[in-house]
């Protein structure tokens, strides 16, 4: 699983441009499944057949995108200037490393330096428009033969594992939910189910509208990396979930209500089979949850996450062993459904 993971974060899938992703899904999940198709979204759609049909028709759910930045224009001198792709503190950006383009050009982001800015501003978050993202050209023309307005940048970080069983990437926000898919879709699955690698979904669950349609399911399990803000400067109830401390099961997020029964089912199997659990204690957030719920006549919906600190940043933790405890929930969940 960890090797996985490692593979899918490395790889760049901003919103809207999530194909080297999507190709490497499909080509991975051909080897075990019956059916792969992907959609004009490019949402990856995935059919695998189990030991008996199940009761009601399942599918599991993650996103592909990641969030990032997309190029807005390029200045005479051959700066970027860019704007989010999804939701990104714009505290944590300052001087960070990014990939730009198909060519994968190295860029780092800048800003005006202290000493030119007014003290009273110098406590403030620097707003995007005052960013700038340097790939080394000497002017337009040199940067325009490797960047293009509309090309999107990833952070480039590495990918490391580090104290107790802790790992830090970028994008585990939802690498780790396709990794949990894989990992079921190369296994033997003891009902038949389906699949869906959603693309746009930082920027308001695009691809998860085309994707419920589809594959009009009467059950959508989203599978995610949850935000967990567990530090000492959070008060109880704002740390929403904390690292290391087992799966998340949500009740509720920003856009959906989860379904009460397989919430019960969910948080049952979960302390029947001894896997550590907990819930969102602050209700924010929007995953695709939201758009399978309204989908058709109504769609059955719930969670399941990992709990990841630093969400939307260069450098997501996560804890392996919670999210070998998602992969462990999600196979009990499929067999009671049996």
Same mark, same amino acid.
């Given at each position: 699983m960890v090797e996985l993971l490692k593979e899918l974060c490395a790889i760049d899938g901003v919103s809207g441009d999530e194909s080297k992703v999507s190709d490497y899904i499909e080509s991975f999940a051909k080897q075990y499944a019956d059916e792969v198709?992907?959609?004009?979204?490019?949402?990856?759609?995935v059919y695998k057949k189990g030991a008996k049909a199940s009761k009601e028709r399942i599918v599991l759910c993650a996103h592909m995108d990641e969030v990032g930045f997309v190029v807005t224009y390029i200045t005479d001198d051959g700066y970027?200037?860019?704007d989010n792709a999804g939701e990104i503190d714009a505290r944590i950006v300052l001087g960070k490393a990014v990939r730009v383009g198909k060519y994968g050009t190295l860029g780092v982001v800048g800003c005006k330096p202290a000493y030119m800015v007014k003290p009273k501003n110098l406590e403030k978050s620097m707003p995007l428009s005052e960013l700038y993202v340097d790939i080394g050209a000497k002017n337009r023309e040199e940067a325009e033969q490797l960047?293009?307005?509309?090309?999107? =940048?990833?952070?480039?970080?590495?990918?490391?594992?580090f104290?107790?069983?802790?790992?830090?990437?970028?994008?585990i926000d939802d690498r780790f939910g396709c990794v949990a898919l894989l990992e079921l879709i190369k296994s033997d699955l003891p009902v038949d189910c389906m699949f869906a690698f959603t693309a746009q979904e930082e920027v308001g669950a695009r691809g998860a509208y085309t994707a419920a349609y589809s594959t009009a399911p009467d059950i959508a399990i989203i599978v995610e990396g949850t935000s967990a803000a567990d530090l000492p400067s959070s008060p109880g109830n704002k740390k929403v979930c904390k690292v290391g401390q087992g799966v998340v099961i949500p009740f509720m997020d920003g856009g959906a209500i989860y379904n009460k029964e397989i919430f019960g089912c969910l948080t049952g199997l979960a302390e029947k089979n001894g896997i550590p659990w907990q819930t969102k204690t602050y209700v924010a957030g929007v995953t695709d949850a939201s758009v399978f719920q309204k989908s058709r006549s109504g769609i059955k919906v719930a969670g399941i996450a990992a709990p990841i600190?630093?969400?939307?940043?260069?450098? =997501?933790?996560?804890?392996?062993?919670?999210?070998?405890?998602?992969?462990k929930l999600l196979r009990l969940f499929l067999a009671e459904r049996a």
């Open positions: 198709t992907i959609d004009v979204l490019g949402n990856v759609l970027l200037k860019f960047v293009v307005p509309g090309d999107t =940048c990833a952070f480039e970080t590495d990918i490391r594992e104290g107790d069983g802790y790992i830090r990437s970028k994008a600190g630093n969400l939307h940043s260069q450098s =997501c933790v996560g804890k392996i062993t919670d999210m070998e405890a998602v992969i």
